[in-house]
T-cell receptor, first 114, second 113 residues
Framework: NAGVTQTPKFQVLKTGQSMTLQCAQD?????MYWYRQDPGMGLRLIYY???????DKGEVPNGYNVSRLNKREFSLRLESAAPSQTSVYFCASSESRVGLTPLHFGNGTRLTVT | AQKVTQAQTEISVVEKEDVTLDCVYETRDTTYYLFWYKQPPSGELVFLIRRNSFDEQNEISGRYSWNFQKSTSSFNFTITASQVVDSAVYFC??????????FGEGTQLTVNP
């Protein structure tokens, strides 16, 4: 079982460059999430998708866009990267549409913006 | 407003010691869920436990135990006879019925041999 797969694992961008973080889950989960983790701030929700075809903003959506391509895949796009977006990004999925079941996380993407 | 406070930023213990990680939460909802997750040095977050607000029974799973007390809005996590492999960042999280999941800032536990 692959679970939640994120790519890439590491990325270095220059300010203003764009990139897309890919995420796929093979557990037939309804909900998918993107979090960022910064020192001393825990995990903060960027965007989520409660079900295929829907996406909603989380706590820190500015500077990001998402696409729920199908039930399996949920991508996160940085259109114009900024140093403040240097972080570790985690994709997660859960069975519940309303977040009551545990999250299954990917291994994370460590992004550095110079 | 909802909030999760993990006041202990870092804890260091020696192997075989017992250690308790504190979690205090705030919510106005009467229905909510509480979670603990573990993030080992490898980086991936792993689910440990979920409790709902109507079930205050404490839970034990091997060396892990959880103490849920609604009177003090706390959901503390105890590791008995700690081991080096327990070294990780532990996150407590709160999911009120009408709001999003909120994570605490995490507690870095280091177990020294």
């Amino acid at each position: 079982n692959a679970g939640v797969t994120q790519t890439p694992k590491f990325q270095v961008l220059k300010t203003g460059q764009s990139m897309t973080l890919q995420c796929a889950q093979d557990m037939n989960h309804n909900s998918m999430y993107w979090y960022r983790q910064d020192p001393g701030m825990g995990l903060r929700l960027i965007y989520y998708s409660a079900s295929e075809g829907t996406t909603d903003k989380g706590e820190v959506p500015n500077g990001y866009n998402v696409s729920r391509l199908n039930k399996r895949e949920f991508s996160l796009r940085l259109e114009s990267a900024a140093p403040s977006q240097t972080s570790v990004y985690f994709c997660a999925s859960s069975e519940s549409r309303v977040g009551l079941t545990p999250l299954h996380f990917g291994n994370g993407t460590r992004l550095t913006v110079t | 407003a909802q909030k999760v406070t993990q006041a202990q930023t870092e804890i260091s213990v020696v192997e075989k010691e017992d250690v308790t990680l504190d979690c205090v939460y705030e919510t106005r909802d009467t229905t909510y869920y509480l979670f603990w997750y573990k993030q080992p040095p490898s980086g991936e977050l792993v689910f440990l436990i979920r409790r709902n607000s109507f079930d205050e029974q404490n839970e034990i799973s091997g060396r892990y135990s959880w103490n849920f007390q609604k009177s003090t809005s706390s959901f503390n996590f105890t590791i008995t006879a700690s081991q080096v492999v327990d070294s990780a960042v532990y996150f407590c999280a709160l999911k009120p019925s009408g709001s999003r999941l909120t994570f605490g800032e995490g507690t870095q536990l280091t177990v020294n041999p």
